[in-house]
C-alpha cells in the first residue's frame, strides 16, 4: 500500500490491509469484521496512552524520550520498498529517506502546504507514529496480529495457528491517525473528491 492510502476511508483502508495478509481468505466475514476492530481499539488504545503521557509532542520527541534510534538511509527506488522499517531485534526504526521524498513528491500537488520541507516534515512524522506503534507492541500493548488466531495446518487433532500480520499494520494506522488527528487537515489536502478522483 502507498503513502496516500491512509487518506482511504477508515472502513475502506483497513479491508484492503487485511485483505492483503495471506490468511484473509481463512477467515469468515463476522471474524474479518471481528479482526478489523480488535485491531482498531488496540490503536486507539495505544495513541491513548501516548496522548496522556506525550502531549503535544510529535512522533520525534516520543521516539527520542523513549530512546529509539532513527536511522536514515538511502536505496535503490522500488514501489516495493516501503517508507519505513521497525527491527524489532535492536529496537530502531530505519527511514528510507528517497522513498519518502518520492511520497511527498506525488502528494505535493494535492495539498496546500506551501513548501516541500514543511509537507516532507509532515509526512514523515506521520511515518514515525506509525512506526512508533510497532516499538509499543514490542515493549507494552503486545503483538496486534496475535488478537486473533487461525488455523494454517489442520491434522485431525493437532492444528497449527498463526496469527494475523496484517492486524498489526490496521492497528498501526489506527494509532497514527488517532495521534496526529485528520490526515486530511495535518497535511492540507485541497479537495478529498479531487484527490480521490486522481488517485483511482
Known sequence: MGFTDILLPDHIRNMMILKSDPLYDKLNEEEQESAIEKARQLGIEASQWILENYRNKDSYEVLKELKVPIIYEH??????IPYSIYRPKNKTITLYVNVVNNAVEQLYPYTNIETHKELLE?????????ELFHHLEQIKFGSASKLMK?????????HLKSGIKALSEI?????????????HSYL???SREEFDDESR
Request: charged share 10%.
Open 150 to 158: 487461525t488455523t494454517t495446518i489442520d491434522f485431525g487433532i493437532f
Open 75 to 80: 536505496v535503490p527506488y522500488s514501489k516495493f
Open 122 to 130: 509532515k509526512v514523515t512524522n506521520v511515518i514515525l507514529f506509525h
Open 188 to 190: 492540507n489536502i485541497i
Open 171 to 183: 492497528a498501526a494506522h489506527t494509532f497514527s491517525i488517532e495521534c496526529i488527528g485528520s490526515v
